[in-house]
């Protein structure tokens, strides 16, 4: 029985050294550790709600969580910005901050264009703050829309509950486009000045009446004189 026990305590150590093993051997990171952000760029008006089509973002990763808080990347620590996601207001202004940042420098991002439904869909994103920018504006009929930068986290916490599939949609602001006109010049009835112009020396049928009856005169009066002279001689 004393080999026994003493056979079973062995097991035990043995075993509990393992365990200690294990808990100090760092796991690799899984699948469920990676989150995706789902885009859903829509606006609406009165009565109809549009889904906007062919429409880029570009999206950047601006921040890590590192010493249980959130951090800028090496790219991004100049930029000067501090992450403050219990102010909407200082969120908004650091995304404008950051895409200021990314255009002076030329920073490069990874670029998608909606779908027919209006939705993009970035995947496998470690745990980070993402700066999103509207690349170009979508116009729909006379009306066009641009998207303010934002910055989302993964994973999300919502209500308490921690997502890593974080689904966002943009907040757009719209502006018209004036119709195009072109200013025709009013057609009158009367002939321009123009087309008189043209033709200044258009004679009536009254002046040439007048001509051929001054030269009958003139020829009258050569002939009378003629006459006159030869019957003085």
């Not at 009565?47 to 951090?71: C, D, H, I, P, R």
């Not at 991004?76 to 207001?89: R, T």
């Not at 998608?112 to 009929?141: A, C, H, P």
């Amino acid at each position: 029985m004393s080999r026994i026990s003493k056979r079973k305590r062995i097991y035990m150590c043995m075993a509990s050294v393992m365990c200690m093993l294990l808990l100090l051997i760092p796991l690799p990171v899984s699948a469920n550790d990676l989150g995706s952000i789902l885009l859903k760029a829509t606006v609406e008006d009165e009565t109809t709600v549009y889904k906007l089509s062919n429409t880029e973002f570009t999206m950047y990763q601006v921040g890590t969580y590192k010493n249980n808080s959130w951090a800028l990347v090496s790219e991004f620590a100049k930029s000067g910005v501090i992450f403050d996601f219990d102010d909407s207001s200082a969120q908004a202004e650091a995304a404008k901050k950051l895409e200021k940042y990314v255009q002076d420098n030329n920073i490069k991002g990874m670029s998608g264009k909606t779908n027919s439904d209006g939705e993009v869909m970035y995947r496998d994103l470690e745990k980070g703050v993402y700066l999103f920018v509207q690349t170009q504006k979508t116009q729909i009929s006379n009306q066009v829309y641009q998207s303010e930068s934002f910055i989302i986290t993964v994973p999300g916490n919502y209500d308490g509950q921690i997502v890593w599939n974080v689904t966002a949609e943009p907040k757009f602001k719209n502006e018209s486009i004036p119709p195009i006109t072109t200013n025709t010049p009013p057609v009158s009835e009367e002939p321009s000045g123009d087309n008189s112009s043209r033709t200044p020396n258009v004679k009536t049928g009254d002046d040439t009446n007048v001509i051929m009856w001054l030269s009958l005169m003139g020829i009258s009066l050569i002939i009378f004189s003629i006459c006159k002279r030869k019957v003085h001689k």
